[in-house]
C-alpha cells in the first residue's frame, strides 16, 4: 500500500507564501514524477507543476517565476514553495506522484497515486 502525505496549506494574505510538502509512504519500489495539482471551486483540477526523478521541473505560466518545486529522493518527498500569493491561487491543492510499487517492481509498472488534498486560500 501506497500513500501520500500532505501538509503545509493554510489561509494567507495577497503577497504572502506558504510552503507544501508531500511525503510519500509504503511499499515503495521508486519514484518517477512527483507534482502538484489544484482545484479552485467550480473549475477542472490544473497541472501546478511536476518533476521528475532526475529534477527537470515543468511550471503552469500562471505560477511561473512564483512558486517553486523541488524534491528530496531520501524522504521521498515534493515540495511546493509558493510566493507572491495571488487571490487566484485559492485552491485545494493534491500531490501526484507515478509510483513503482514493490508489488510491481518486476515489471516496473507506474501506479497514478494522489495526496487527500490541502486547501490554500490567499484572502486580499
Known amino acids: 500500500q501506497v500513500q501520500l502525505e500532505e501538509s503545509g496549506g493554510g489561509l494567507v494574505q495577497v503577497g504572502g507564501s506558504l510552503r507544501l510538502s508531500c511525503a510519500a509512504s509504503g511499499s515503495i519500489f521508486s519514484i518517477n514524477t512527483m507534482g502538484w495539482y489544484r482545484q479552485a471551486p467550480g473549475k477542472q483540477r490544473e497541472l501546478v507543476s511536476s518533476i521528475s526523478s532526475g529534477g527537470s521541473t515543468n511550471y503552469a505560466a500562471s505560477v511561473k517565476g512564483r512558486f517553486t518545486i523541488s524534491r528530496d529522493n531520501t524522504k521521498n518527498t515534493v515540495y511546493l514553495q509558493m510566493n507572491s500569493l495571488r487571490p487566484e491561487d485559492t485552491a485545494v491543492y493534491y500531490c501526484?506522484?507515478?509510483?513503482?510499487?514493490?508489488?510491481?517492481?518486476?515489471?516496473?509498472?507506474?501506479?497514478?497515486?494522489w495526496g487527500q488534498g490541502t486547501q490554500v486560500t490567499v484572502s486580499s
Open positions: 501526484n506522484a507515478e509510483i513503482v510499487s514493490k508489488r510491481a517492481a518486476r515489471t516496473m509498472a507506474p501506479a497514478d497515486y
